[in-house]
């Protein structure tokens, strides 16, 4: 609003925007997980040192811990914190006493023919008011040496919009903190996909390495049998095309897998270069399910982003109840109590009482104009808390079609890990014992490696999953351990989709 800089809320928070995390897409190939990483505070951090020589062991509750102390954006919120508590002292300043004291040592000369004490007025005295042998000997400049010392109180008895602005300022602290938990939760979020996606590389490696060395075995057995004369160089040739082929993706998921852990370092606070062990397996544990309403239940009384822009719209209420306050009277009182006097003379106590009715006559385009900007914000406040109330229900929905597809992904996945692996010991045993040429076992192989890709993949998305459905019902910083670990308890548990949705899942 504009009004007068006394009453205002200087450093009000903006609104924070809550941009998703970008999810991995389940290719169906073998290829290095990819993330689409936005430019924003949660992906930065604050570093806590120099690295160390040493391996730093992380589990996911280090990181999670580490990120939360060191992360860029939860930073900046504790400044925000501690920026709109500073305005809220300042608000209730003007509703409480202002005492100061002062004292003062002063040498003045005074020019008293100046302030009009002439001879001629002197001489104008009555008769016998000054001594007749005094008359010419008082001075026209005198000297004073003065002493001052006095206590001032100023006090704001009624001041209904001074009383609005503090409510205001209130409101805007309650804000901020919503503000700072939804970050945490954000946060916590971010660090937990990052730290899976970092388990899903590794996972991603080991198996390129498994069938590197596959490969490898078939390349031996297949130079055996060409220089036995057994196979021609074509079954060779193969060999060797697949091995190489299979190198070539062992040093892409490498790659990948270097490349998750310095993006983890860098949430987390650490050195790019600084070497971690992850000491947690990628966690898989199934959720239970409550209904619908009751999941929409919990995000309205836990989603700290709907809370934030319920104070928001408090704040926004009375700000706006406090530009339509401006006409009404204030009334303050003044006074003060000391002692005056001269040095070497006698001090005099001297008071001050003063009360103020401050009547405003016309500012009418002041108070129009604040009134209007006042109700604009309370409307726009109004309007985005009524989208974010329709925004939860969609954003939960969409969670658990993700969690009920990506379940479904998983146990389809396994089932092809297992066809794979099948696949592959046949072919390799047909080309072992002669029956078959080594092309059925690279086609095997080619078919397992898709398929260990998918599992791998489709254990990141449902756990991700996971995480972002208890993001969605605001408990994500309580409960991420119970959502990726289980097993999950009735009031902790995730939401089953609904049954006129489920056949939904496949076409979205």
Not at 206 to 218: C, G, I
Not at 320 to 338: D, W
Not at 386 to 393: D, E, K, R, S, T
Not at 413 to 439: K, Y
Request: no cysteine; charged share 20%; proline share 4%.
């Amino acid at each position: 609003m504009k009004i007068p800089r006394r009453h205002s809320l200087l450093g009000v928070l903006a609104a924070i925007v809550f941009t998703p995390v970008t999810q991995a897409q389940n290719s169906g190939m073998v290829r290095p997980l990819t993330l689409n990483v936005p430019t924003d505070t949660v992906y930065g951090s604050v570093s806590s040192g120099q690295p160390v020589d040493t391996v730093l062991p992380l589990s996911l509750d280090d990181a999670i811990r580490r990120g939360l102390q060191t992360n860029l954006q939860t930073t900046l919120v504790k400044q925000d914190q501690r920026i709109v508590s500073g305005e809220r002292l300042e608000a209730i300043n003007y509703l409480m006493p202002n005492l100061t004291w002062q004292a003062e040592r002063q040498r003045l000369q005074i020019n008293l023919e100046a302030e009009g004490f002439s001879s001629k007025l002197i001489h104008s005295f009555p008769p016998g008011l000054i001594p007749p042998q005094d008359l010419n000997n008082i001075p026209t400049v005198v000297t004073v040496n003065a002493v001052i010392a006095q206590a001032d109180l100023n006090q704001s008895l009624f001041d209904m919009q001074s009383f609005e602005l503090y409510r205001a300022a209130k409101q805007e602290i309650k804000a901020v903190d919503f503000s700072y938990q939804s970050s945490r939760g954000q946060v916590i979020q971010t660090v937990a996909d990052t730290y899976l996606r970092v388990l899903a590389t590794a996972a991603n490696v080991d198996n390129a390495k498994s069938l590197l060395a596959t490969d490898a075995e078939v390349l031996r057995q297949a130079k055996l049998k060409h220089e036995a004369g057994v196979v021609a160089k074509l079954d060779e040739l193969r060999a060797q095309v697949q091995y190489q082929q299979q190198q070539q993706v062992v040093i892409a998921q490498q790659n990948a897998f270097e490349k998750a852990k310095v993006e983890l370092n860098r949430e987390i606070g650490l050195a790019a270069d600084q070497p971690i062990q992850l000491t947690d397996s990628t966690p898989y544990a199934t959720l239970a399910t409550i209904p619908l309403d009751e999941a929409m239940q919990m995000a309205y009384a836990n989603r700290q982003e709907y809370l934030y822009l319920k104070a928001k719209l408090r704040s926004a209420q009375y700000q706006s109840r406090a530009a339509r306050y401006e006409r009404i009277p204030t009334i303050t009182f003044k006074g003060n109590y000391g002692v005056t006097g001269t040095v070497g003379s006698i001090y005099h106590g001297t008071f001050l009482a003063e009360g103020t009715l401050n009547v405003p006559l016309f500012k009418e385009a002041q108070f129009r104009g604040d009134r209007d900007v006042a109700d604009a914000a309370t409307k726009e406040a109004t309007a985005q808390l009524a989208n974010f109330h329709q925004q939860i229900q969609e954003e939960i929905r969409d969670s658990m079609l993700d969690v009920a597809a990506a379940q479904q992904l998983v146990d389809v996945a396994r089932s092809n890990v297992d066809l794979g692996h099948a696949s592959v010991s046949d072919a390799t045993d047909r080309f072992r014992n002669g029956v078959d040429s080594d092309l059925p076992v690279v086609e095997a192989q080619s078919s397992l490696a898709t398929a260990e890709a998918q599992l791998v993949s489709s254990l990141y998305e449902y756990n991700v999953a996971k995480i972002a459905l208890a993001r969605s019902l605001g408990i994500v910083d309580r409960e991420y351990r119970e959502y990726l670990s289980g097993p999950a308890t009735t009031s902790q548990s995730a939401v089953r989709p609904p049954d006129n949705l489920i056949d939904k899942a496949a076409i979205r």
